[in-house]
């Protein structure tokens, strides 16, 4: 967690120890969900909090304009996410394979510190 965002940590470097106390360490990362770069700096000596981040596959049902309709093999339903806008492109992507109406959609929702969003699609054939 950077910054109270659940973040993927892209590198981790570390200063020497200055006179006035400890190492240093300097964290790159991104946000899981926004993809936005965040940097932070903290004591070597001192912990940090972690994220408990949960991937799950849903199949589409239905799509109405940018809210998803979703169902788990279990035959649970979701309706409370919308077309993902992270990356730009994924949102259209999948609009334009449910549109195709041969095949079905299956996404994955990652879901971390009460927010979820669609990360990922894929077709299977029907």
């Not at 964290?27 to 799950?56: N, Q, W």
């Not at 093999?73 to 309706?79: E, F, I, P, R």
């Not at 409370?80 to 492109?89: A, C, I, S």
Request: proline fraction near 4%.
């Amino acid at each position: 967690m950077i910054k109270g965002k659940p973040c993927k940590v892209l590198s981790i470097s570390v200063s020497k120890t200055g006179k006035h106390g400890h190492a240093k360490c300097n964290f790159l990362a991104v946000d899981i969900f926004t993809g936005k770069k965040y940097e932070d700096m903290v004591p070597s000596t001192h912990g940090t909090t972690v994220p408990i981040v949960k991937r799950s596959d849903w199949e589409i049902i239905d799509i109405d304009g940018e809210e998803v309709t979703l169902m788990d093999d279990g035959g649970n339903q979701k309706t409370d996410l919308n077309l993902p806008t992270y990356p730009e492109t994924m949102g259209k992507e999948i609009e334009e394979g449910w549109d195709g109406g041969e095949n079905q959609i299956i996404v994955t929702v990652q879901a971390a510190v009460g927010q979820e969003q669609i990360i990922a699609w894929k077709k299977e054939s029907a």
